[in-house]
């Protein structure tokens, strides 16, 4: 992560100091790195490019209108998850025709939509969806085009919420199963078989078990082929990791050539589906210090972003480098770093060493721009963040901060 780097004592993202940002745009402010975006999408393209591929960012990771725009504009393709993040993509001019669907809960609505907008791909994750589908596009007078997501009982090795591929998690279908569910695909008129997709799950930092997953897949390919099933795209989901301390995930570069060595001379089309090794390490979390008060053994250090607009340290016990935006020369302290919301969980780091802080410091949560704003809430009425991107010396609000009106225009007192 080249984007965020000292100057002097400065933190910069780029040519702007965020202190800066924070002075005009306010905190709690996510800023983003545009060169930072670009090059992670750039890797993939390059690592890739002997391959037959399409790279479907994944929305979930970041949907802001300005990141999709952005990737969009550079040739990516998504991955989406409802109705939503389809609105999303297309609204950002992702073309339909590189989108795929996946999701354990596709309503009627949201595949309807799907089926007008005539999407790449529906990752089909349970025999029932399959024949929903058959009958929507039948009614539609529409055909899908489908993949079955196979859970292909892989260890990802990686936080239990976020490993996917286990035969215990509800996503997919049984690897044994699979062939019977193609099958079944083949016998509905509004179905065309188009593809084999796996997700084995996010953050993963060894090859191994994409290899694993991609064999199994291949293996279930060229039985459908030898069947007479038409099978030209390979979906092998995203999930690959990046560093949050000193870990050394494997990059895109080394990652594309596990999935060469493993595919040889296969022709499938390989769709691939990245959202943290994209958008992850492109962005921060500016917070500022609002108080300081003695804990036993430790500080507690309160600063005006919560679990709210943060929630991986909570929800993960994930590890999120913490940084003074303005280097100080004070004694190292141990600190628990933590939010205005009225609940224990609300803490971005605990028992955390750092140069001490005072109130009206600039903190910098690193790493936070995947799975950082996208999960945010609302919740003890805190408005949402602000969001900015900065490319080069140049700065913009992509996401206004929320107002107290915002709280509440949705609601209706009715009387009853
Ligand atoms: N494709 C599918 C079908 C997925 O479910 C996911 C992520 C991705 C692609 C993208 O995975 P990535 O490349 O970003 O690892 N909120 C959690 C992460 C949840 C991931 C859910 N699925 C976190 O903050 O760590």
Redesign the pocket.
């Known amino acids: 992560m080249h984007s965020f780097t000292r100057r002097g004592k400065e933190l910069f993202c780029e040519d702007v100091a965020l202190s800066e940002l924070a002075h005009r745009y306010g905190t709690p402010l996510y800023v983003y790195s545009h060169a930072a975006l670009t090059r992670h999408y750039q890797a993939y393209e390059e690592a890739f490019a002997g391959i037959s591929h399409i790279i479907c960012y994944?929305v979930?990771?970041n949907p802001s209108g300005a990141i999709l725009n952005t990737l969009g504009e550079m040739g990516s393709g998504a991955?989406i998850?409802s109705g939503g993040e389809l609105y999303r993509a297309m609204r950002a001019g992702i073309p339909a025709s590189r989108i795929v669907y996946?999701g354990v809960g596709k309503t009627k609505r949201e595949t309807e939509e799907a089926l007008d907008a005539d999407i790449l791909m529906f990752n089909i994750e349970s025999f029932t969806e399959l024949s929903v589908l058959n009958e929507t596009a039948g009614r539609m007078g529409k055909k899908a085009r489908i993949s079955l997501r196979i859970n292909p009982d892989i260890d990802p090795v990686t936080h239990p919420y976020?490993s996917?591929g286990l035969r215990k998690s509800k996503f997919g279908i049984p690897f044994e199963a699979a062939l019977e569910g193609y099958k079944r695909a083949g016998r509905l008129t509004n179905i065309e078989i188009a593809g084999v997709d796996c997700?084995i799950g996010?953050?993963l930092m060894l090859l191994e078990p994409f290899k694993q997953a991609i064999r199994r897949l291949l293996s279930l390919a060229g039985e459908l082929r030898s069947q007479g099933y038409g099978i030209a795209l390979l979906d092998i989901?995203?999930?690959?990791g990046i560093p949050y301390a000193d870990e050394k995930p494997p990059s895109p570069g080394e990652y594309a050539k596990a999935v060469a060595d493993v595919l040889g001379n296969e022709k499938l089309k390989l769709l691939i589906?990245?959202?943290?090794?994209i958008v992850g390490n492109a962005g921060i979390l500016l917070t500022q210090v609002l108080y300081t008060k003695k804990g036993e053994g430790k500080r507690f250090v309160i600063v005006d972003a919560g679990m709210n607009d943060f929630i991986?340290p909570c929800l993960?016990d994930?590890y999120h480098e913490i940084v003074h935006v303005y280097e100080v020369d004070r004694s190292m302290e141990l600190c628990d770093i933590v939010g205005p919301v009225c609940e224990s969980g609300d803490f971005f780091a605990l028992n955390r060493t750092l140069p001490g802080c005072v109130r009206g410091d600039l903190l910098a949560v690193m790493s936070a721009g995947?799975?950082g704003s996208s999960?945010s809430s609302v919740y003890n009425s805190r408005p949402l963040a602000a969001e900015a991107l900065v490319k080069g010396s140049a700065s913009a609000i992509i996401r206004e901060r929320g107002t107290y009106s915002d709280l509440t225009s949705m609601e209706a007192i009715p009387e009853l």
């Open positions: 994944a979930k990771a991955d998850v996946s976020i996917t997700h996010s953050q989901g995203g999930g690959l589906e990245p959202g943290r090794s991986r993960y994930a995947a799975y999960m």
